[in-house]
Nanobody
Framework: VQLQAFGGGLVQAGDSLRLSCAAS????????TGWFRQAPGKEREFVAA???????NYADPVKDRFTISRVNAKNTLYLQMNSLKPEDTALYYC??????????????WGQGTLVTVSS
């Protein structure tokens, strides 16, 4: 499975940004998928995930600001990020689990796309 994330950039606090992740080699509908991020000097952390049926889960810092979605027909995963804060600055990775639910660690990872939020 190949995952390619894109859509990052430099924005100001309060702005919005949408990340996309295109998958090939496996049908998205058969896997849970999600987003993680890694800020400078910090460990990679979970951001959001969506399972095969569309059920979602979010990390507390991004709840009510970020929305994860996907279009199975396009094999594409999205992360809509609103009301961005400087602390959202990180390298964002898309990932896919081998199973239908987001349990344990993802099996496949995309390369990161950098999001920088200025104050």
């Amino acid at each position: 499975v190949q995952l390619q994330a894109f859509g990052g950039g430099l924005v100001q606090a309060g702005d919005s940004l949408r990340l996309s992740c295109a998958a090939s080699g496996r049908t998205f509908g058969n896997s849970a998928t999600g987003w993680f991020r890694q800020a400078p000097g910090k460990e990679r952390e979970f951001v959001a995930a969506i399972n095969y049926s569309g059920s979602t889960n979010y990390a507390d810092p991004v709840k009510d600001r970020f929305t994860i979605s996907r279009v199975n027909a396009k094999n594409t995963l999205y992360l809509q990020m609103n009301s961005l804060k400087p602390e959202d600055t990180a390298l964002y990775y898309c990932a896919a689990w081998a199973g239908l639910y987001y349990s344990g660690s993802p099996r496949w990872w995309g390369q990161g796309t950098l999001v920088t939020v200025s104050s």
